[in-house]
């Protein structure tokens, strides 16, 4: 309303400047040369008018023609942009759909409209993978690559072409360079460390590995490859803490702190180990500086402390206290081994040797003697080393399985876990 009321007014001031001028009358008077002409003020007003306006017609027009050809290629470029974005979309289900000739002549068609943007890129070294061109992607990703904003896209690429062609050594380079280019991607780490696994780089993988009983073998597989004596021996220590029930780690933490001329605080380590979970390589270390039958009894007591309703801590206990001579604390701990369920063929075996300790060549010995035995061949077999992947049992673990090459798979199994033999 406001805004009518405003073009009322100029229009009515208008209309009175014009019948001012109108009556006021006059004349304007043009002189060229010797030609003189009178025009009538209106008329003049009128003409300056009309100049005014062809003027302005004249200058729109040169504007017009010089943004001529800029607004013609401003519509191209939106028609070749449209025609690219239409191209992205069809290569992308051209990807989706597995058909790679169309895939790439989409991802061409999309690079002719839009560029050699990241996505086009991207679409473009897919549809060479997916035609089994690998070397035409890999240009395509090495150009990624050296975006800075899009390099991420182009080492994973690269990354994922070196795991195919199983370059490992290649691939743990770009898997690093990829985490560089971007820190914190959860995948990237665990591709890292599977990488550092098939790479037996022990230190990395015990870097990348999340908190857990998987760390102390790695520890101890990464001292054996550290070269410093110092690093070695804090790798043992880390492995022991990060699970002291793990034997191998407890074992080389305390061999080096005994080597070292910490003997009290080896047998602390092995006693600490025996309490989480007793192993019989643990009390042969622990009995290594005693020098009678009578010693390694004292040492088996105090070892079993830690856990003496175990059955190996009863067996240890007893096997010491028949080797000591004293047969009624070996027949107490190896019949709480039987009478509980926890004897395996170690323990039969035993007792037979407690039979011929006790009663000698009688025929009672003999037959107690041939008890024993007939249950010592239907029971079940002493733990031991044994790989997870290919069944094969081993003398001691070891971070890779010898004969399947299998990562992490030896483990000390137990006789009522024992899995049935591969042939």
Request: proline share 5%; net charge positive.
């Amino acid at each position: 309303m406001r805004h009518a009321l405003i073009y009322l007014v100029l229009l009515a001031a208008g209309i009175a400047g014009v019948l001012w001028l109108a009556q006021v009358g006059g004349d304007v008077a043009v002189r060229v040369g010797d030609a003189e002409i009178l025009v009538g003020l209106p008329i003049a007003l009128l003409l300056l008018a009309v100049l005014f306006l062809v003027l302005h017609l004249i200058l729109s027009g040169i504007s017009a023609l010089r943004r001529l050809p800029g607004k013609l290629r401003a519509r191209k470029a939106t028609k070749r942009r449209a025609e690219g974005d239409a191209a992205l979309t069809r290569a992308l289900v051209a990807l989706a759909a597995g058909t790679p000739d169309a895939a790439r002549i989409e991802s061409k068609r999309a690079r002719k409209g839009l560029g050699d943007t990241p996505q086009t890129l991207l679409l473009a070294a897919e549809a060479e993978r997916l035609a089994g061109r690998e070397d035409q992607a890999t240009e395509i990703f090495r150009q990624l690559a050296a975006s800075p904003e899009a390099r991420f896209l182009g080492l994973r690429g690269l990354l994922r072409q070196a795991i195919q062609r199983e370059d490992w050594p290649a691939a743990q380079r770009l898997a690093r360079e990829a985490e560089a280019a971007q820190p914190g991607a959860a995948w990237l780490r665990q591709e890292r460390e599977t990488l550092a696994l098939r790479m037996r780089d022990w230190r990395e993988a015990l870097t990348l590995a999340p908190p857990g009983a998987g760390q102390a073998a790695l520890a101890l597989a990464a001292a054996g490859q550290e070269p410093d004596l110092i690093r070695a021996a804090e790798l043992e220590r880390q492995g022991f803490a990060a699970d002291p029930a793990f034997a191998p780690a407890a074992l080389a933490h305390a061999r080096r702190l005994r080597d070292s001329g910490s003997p009290r605080r080896a047998r602390t380590v092995l006693e600490q180990a025996w309490a989480a979970r007793p192993h019989p390589d643990l009390a042969q270390e622990y009995f290594r500086d005693d020098a009678d039958a009578l010693a390694r009894m004292k040492s088996a007591e105090a070892l079993a402390k830690g856990s003496p309703r175990h059955a190996e801590s009863r067996l240890l206990v007893g096997r010491a206290a028949l080797e000591a001579g004293l047969t009624g604390r070996a027949r107490q701990e190896l019949d709480a081994l039987v009478s509980g369920g926890q004897a395996d063929r170690r323990a039969y075996l035993a007792l037979s040797d407690l039979e011929e300790a006790e009663h000698g060549e009688t025929p009672e010995g003999r037959a107690a003697q041939a008890r024993w035995l007939r249950q010592a061949a239907t029971a079940a077999p002493e733990p031991r080393w044994r790989c997870a992947s290919c069944g094969t049992d081993h003398a001691a673990w070891q971070p890779v399985c010898p004969s399947c090459q299998a990562v992490g798979t030896i483990n000390w199994t137990s006789p009522q876990t024992l899995p049935a033999t591969v042939s």
